[in-house]
């Protein structure tokens, strides 16, 4: 059968085909997999959650090893006690907190008006009660975020931060054992008042022995990423002071 | 008489030496500065663009006689776009650490010119089984460059090996640090990996004098 391929309704015909065969394709591949990618996502946080508090596989010194997936939803369910989410002046529990996007929170607090819904995880290691807030911001090229453990006093007991795109060997480093141990020992109250931790540099303090200075040492050659750490810890942390004032009073 | 004709063999071949994607022909480089600071990201990207490139090859050439001269730029970026997608989607569901870590890397397969590049100057003419070989042994020829470049880059850059710290603890001071041995920072930035390549197609020409152009 000859058929002219320069003829525009030949190449309407086949761009039509081409485009209904790959769409149901990829229609396809993306509705098979979506389950598994969700639950990834799900299981991610969680791990993320539970290195936060302490829970986690580490060996060795430089070790950043999570529960693995398979048993994460189980620690998950041993380890936290209790979910809540802080909207104002109440606090209530939810057993979905953690799914809480709050990425989509922050950007409809913009809006006036809006409540924001405040996820807390409250779990339990070794006989001591750990608070666990997510913080969200700034890097240098993309989002970086993070979970935050911190006792009735807000010490810091333990954090995890993670980043989208932030340079390796550099800003990509916030993710990694010797930066994040820093921040364990740390206050972020002084007094009454809320402080917030600084990524500071050049602090007389490389090694970080002081716990009650209010900073850590920052990674060389990533100041902008040490910046945007900062800066979420200080703005994302400072909503949940209510509630801490309000559980020790 | 082997699986693989001597002409066949040469299409697996030849690219991994004397007509390399990226030494020779200069193409690909952009993916290959951004990803090669540590190795085992090298790994898997080589390992998704020979899926990509493999397959690819014997889809436009399947479709070779049918595809419509005036649209076939855009059937072939429709045909890297899809099996790209699908890789991102498959490496999300089943190798979640990994995706993140090469996040927007794999998307941005689609823009590899060695791809577009094979399928317009070979697939288009040629079998679905010598368009297969062609591919395989292209994306070989750059996955063997990524995975040097990215071996170089993590050994020098951040003293380790897949993660593992193979010259001691840069903190610690111990092994190779303990008698003054630095990382050297500047390998983790993509700069440095356009120095490696030129260091790598510099010991090649420098051993296949037919390579040097005259002038």
Known sequence: MAVNKDKNSYTMIFAVIMVLVVGTLLAGFSSGLKPTIKANEKFEKQQNILYAMGVN?????????????????????????????????????????????????????????????????IGE??????????VRGKGLWDAIWGFIAVDKTMTVQGVYFDHKGETPGLGA???????????????????????????????????????????VDAL?????????????????????????????? | MGLLSKKDTRLILDPLTDDNPITIQVLGICSA?????????????????IFVLGLGNVVISLMRNII?????????????????????????????????????????????CIIMGRFEAFALGNGPWKSFLDGVGNALGYGVILIIVGFFR??????????????GDSVEKTGLYAIGYENNG??????????????????????????????
């Open chain 2, 186 to 215: 500047f390998m983790v930035l993509p700069p440095m990996a356009l120095i490696v390549v030129g260091i790598i197609i510099w010991v090649q020409r420098s051993r296949n004098s037919a390579l040097i152009e005259e002038n």
């Open chain 1, 125 to 134: 290691k070794q006989g001591k009660e750990l608070y666990i807030m997510p």
């Open chain 1, 220 to 249: 060389a050659g990533a100041t902008i990423t040490g910046d945007g750490v900062s800066a979420m810890l200080k703005k994302d942390i400072a909503m949940y002071v209510p509630y801490f004032k309000s559980i020790n009073n």
């Open chain 2, 33 to 49: 500065l951004a990803i090669t600071a540590q190795l085992k990201p090298s790994i898997v990207m080589a390992v998704s663009v």
């Open chain 1, 173 to 215: 480093e916030i993710k990694q054992r010797y930066f994040m141990d820093d921040f364990i020992g740390e206050k972020l109250l002084d007094g009454a008042n809320f402080k917030g931790i600084k990524v500071a540099k050049g602090n007389n303090d490389p090694k970080n022995m002081i716990k009650d200075d209010y900073e």
């Open chain 2, 154 to 167: 993590e050994l020098l850059g951040s003293g380790t090996l897949f993660g593992v710290k193979v010259l």
């Open chain 2, 68 to 112: 419509p001269s005036k649209i076939r730029i855009i059937v072939q970026l429709i045909v890297v776009a899809t099996l790209v997608i699908i890789v991102d989607q498959v490496l999300k569901a089943f190798a979640y650490e990994l995706s993140k870590e090469l996040s927007v890397f794999i998307g941005l397969i689609i823009t590899n």
């Open chain 1, 57 to 121: 596989n580490n060996t060795g010194a430089g070790d950043v090893a999570f529960i693995p997936t398979d048993r994460v939803a189980d620690a998950f369910k041993t380890y936290i006690k209790e979910q809540l989410v802080i909207e104002g002046e109440t606090a209530s529990k939810n057993d979905k907190a953690y799914l809480i996007d709050v990425k989509k929170e922050g950007t409809k607090a913009k809006k006036d008006g809006y409540q924001r819904k405040l996820p807390l995880f």
